[in-house]
């Protein structure tokens, strides 16, 4: 059994023998996380990209070139480079890192950027992956209106023109999770109370402009936070991007609150899409999914299995389990039942509460509460003595909730590993699928 590194490295079949799949969505999520805003081209939401305006495509003429001009004119090619291009620009060296361009992974500091470099390495010296163009990338990051918001589109080689094989090819957008900002994690935390939070609003509107520019199959992928936007960009797109629309990857990605997973705008894309998670699983239970979850092996244990790089690979597919653990299980219903019992109100100062602790000492990462940690505790104590005697109580119990499922152990025992063998039909596909029914109580956001 192997990861996703070791998939992009030896996985050489082309997508014509070994269409996209499940692996190749979490690869390209993943591969988001890279700093590809600094190399790529780029993509604005509140207006036309200037390469999809109709009159600058008109004062593009090419005398000599008249048939490819007028063909451009109505259908405008994506402005892009290669992922070896990319990977040449952001890693010069293939043997050393001694002359790469300085840039870091967008990544939560208990993810070594060490791997996202690797995987992107990896992915960028092999032919099925080196002819994926990337493009139309976004990065937005605004403290004042607590949000962060990161997606760009990867064209498949899957297309029908042989010289140019992504024309046309499948559109793969891809929608950054949460990043080391607390930003970011105030966003997801706001989730509880808000509807829609900026970067829901922001992926439905990077769907309908890159739907708009650009022809083609959509599949949109996430992890984490990104999962989310994925489902959301989807189920709020008009029914023309929507058929277009030909799959929904939400990787360890957290559901939506009750009223919206019953809604017909669900309804209508649930088909489409597939939920993975880890055995251990946090980030993608919380709120509701009401489609089937996929359950995956990790090497890991607790939070750390929200990690891409610990997801277990065997061949062309995932490593399979019966069931979620007991503790992802106990999470779920512990944290909804606490978020059930709050006003949508009291939910709010609650996160409130719970940054001005974070932001005590001054930080505005997540790496920088970590670092910092020990000489920060005067300071978040002060900040947690200074909270209304109401705050302080809804802090107390949620502080427990986190921490237990953060540091719960996985456990397999030889019961556990014969079912997940069995799990697997003789072809060799994976048939564990765990379904998280909504629960008794309904969350308001």
Known sequence: MTGIIDYARTELRPFSELPFNEIDALIIATLIYE????????????????????????RTFEPKHPLIWLKGLWHPAMESISLKEANQELHRSIDTSEDDKPHEAQMVSVIDPRLTHTLFEEAGNNPRFTGIQLGAVVEHVNRGEQTQFAAATFQLPDGRNRRNPTHKGTMVLSFRGTDDSLIGWKEDFNMAFQYPVPAQRAASAYLDTVARLWDGPIVLVGHSKGGNLAIYAAMNADAKVQNRIRHIYSLDGPGFPSEIVTS??????????????????????????????????????????????????DGDQFVTEPDLSSSSQLFNEELNHWV????????????????????????????????????????????????????????????PILIKAATAKHKTDSANAKAAADADEPNGTPATEQKNEPNDKPTDV
Not at 281 to 306: A, K, L, N, W
Not at 350 to 374: C, I, Q, R, Y
């Open 35 to 58: 700093d590809v805003a600094n190399i790529c081209p780029t993509l604005m939401l509140d207006e036309q990209q200037q390469s999809g305006s109709f009159a600058t495509r008109i």
């Open 264 to 313: 017909p705008a669900y309804r209508r894309i649930q088909p489409k899409v597939t939920k993975i998670v880890p055995s251990s699983s946090i980030v993608g239970m919380i709120f509701e999914t009401p489609e089937p979850c996929r359950v995956v092996s990790s090497d890991s244990d607790g939070i750390m299995q929200h990690s891409a790089f610990t997801w277990l690979v």
């Open 340 to 399: 059930g019992a709050l006003t949508p109100e009291q939910r709010e100062r609650a996160v409130d509460a719970l940054f001005t602790v974070l932001h005590s000492n001054g930080a505005t990462t997540f790496s920088e509460v970590m670092s910092n940690f020990p000489a920060s505790i005067p300071s978040m104590l002060g900040a947690f003595v200074g909270l209304t005697p109401e705050d302080r109580r809804h802090l107390a119990e949620a502080v």
